[in-house]
């Protein structure tokens, strides 16, 4: 269900184009006498999510007529877990998206990575992370996703598995994620990353596409020397400041940065905030693109509310795992929208109403 010009939706219609794309990741893989179509899968999925449930907990207890056994989830999952199911339905929530105005201007984009623990046996596309990163594991499976910030929420607009084997190091990752961000037609203003992407490549790869990045520094020899030079105080923004010219290299390649020091109080909390751009810095902007960075995650609905939209499973299938992030990731962008509209009548709709929302 691609949709070439969408129409402004309204909350029913969005609920309803929701279970439409989504069924088609099923509907090839389900015969006619089937008594499950791919929305009940999708609704026994999202169910687990709104009661925080694993998807074999939620089936088990649950007797429901819509609920399909657990070997009939896991039969129609793994003959579905296909990535290029799931990223037409993204880019479908990205136009939606457009339609309503919301990419109408540049946009902020945060390029992370994020680990899922992985209990499964040990195989060569999982991640070592350490014992001390998770309870009972020290393996992962690793997801790179960007999202567009705004002032309250985040839309992922792209994501990608990584592992060991796949070949992509941070700088491909970085052009692979903001091309199909520019292919989509948003327009990026800054791109803010963390400091684990700080690189000659990632710089010279942002840069090549015209854009704009802000990413905290490295502590090295250099920068700690950068932090003992004097401060220059801005009366408009109370705010103390040092801007340095600096070029980084990685002994075959240099590429020129501004490192930026902006020592600040904001809403009572003190702040001292150490990175490198290749925006010009002045007296002028330097507090505000300190705080452009400290806000990427979303004052509201970040990370930590990508976390509680999970879909979990206790299936060491680890093709599965990512299938699964990728379903999570088309349920939250649905939220934001929905969310969107929502505002629009002056109203919040709170994750956990979502779900159950779209579970009624």
């Not at 980084?248 to 940065?257: E, W």
Request: charged share 30%; aromatic share 12%; glycine share 6%.
């Amino acid at each position: 269900m691609i949709i070439k010009n969408p129409p402004v939706y309204n909350i029913k219609s969005l609920k309803k184009l929701f279970y439409g794309s989504t069924n088609l990741i099923f509907e090839n893989n389900i015969a006619i006498q089937s008594s499950y179509r791919g929305k009940d899968i999708i609704w026994t999925l999202q169910s687990a999510m709104r009661d925080d449930e694993y998807i074999e907990t939620f089936v088990r207890n649950n007797k429901f007529s819509r609920v399909p056994s657990g070997d009939t989830i896991y039969r129609r999952l793994s003959e579905s877990i296909d990535f290029e199911k799931i990223e037409p339905i993204i880019d479908n929530s990205v136009k939606i998206g457009m339609s309503m105005g919301v990419f109408s201007e540049k946009v902020n984009v945060a390029i992370d990575e994020h680990d899922e623990p992985y209990y499964g046996k040990d195989n060569k596309y999982l991640i070592n992370v350490g014992k001390k990163k998770f309870r009972g594991t020290d393996k992962a499976i690793r997801i790179a996703s960007l999202d567009v910030v705004m002032e309250e929420k985040r839309f992922t607009v792209a994501f990608m598995p990584k592992h060991p084997i796949d070949g992509i190091d941070n700088s491909k990752e970085v052009e692979i994620l903001l091309n199909k961000v520019i292919n989509q037609g948003i327009k990026i203003n800054l791109v803010l990353v963390d400091r684990g992407y700080l690189d000659v490549g990632v710089l010279r790869n942002i840069e090549n596409l015209g854009l704009k990045y802000i990413v905290p520094a490295k502590e090295n020899p250099k920068t700690k020397n950068f932090m003992n030079y004097p401060l220059q105080y801005s009366s408009m923004d109370h705010c103390s400041y040092v801007i340095i010219k600096d070029e980084l290299s990685d002994g075959k390649n240099r590429v020129a940065s501004n490192f930026v020091r902006v020592i600040y109080w904001k809403e009572g909390k003190f702040h001292d905030f150490a990175f490198y751009t290749n925006v010009e810095v002045t007296e002028n902007n330097v507090m505000e693109l300190a705080e452009t960075y400290r806000k990427r995650w979303g004052i509201e609905n970040g990370y930590s509310k990508k976390k509680e939209i999970r879909l979990r499973s206790r299936s060491g299938n680890i093709r599965l795992r990512y299938f699964l992030y990728g379903l999570s990731i088309i349920i939250y962008n649905f939220w934001v929208l929905l969310n969107i509209l929502a505002e629009r009548m002056r109203q919040w709709i709170p994750l956990k109403d979502y779900l159950y929302f779209m579970t009624r």
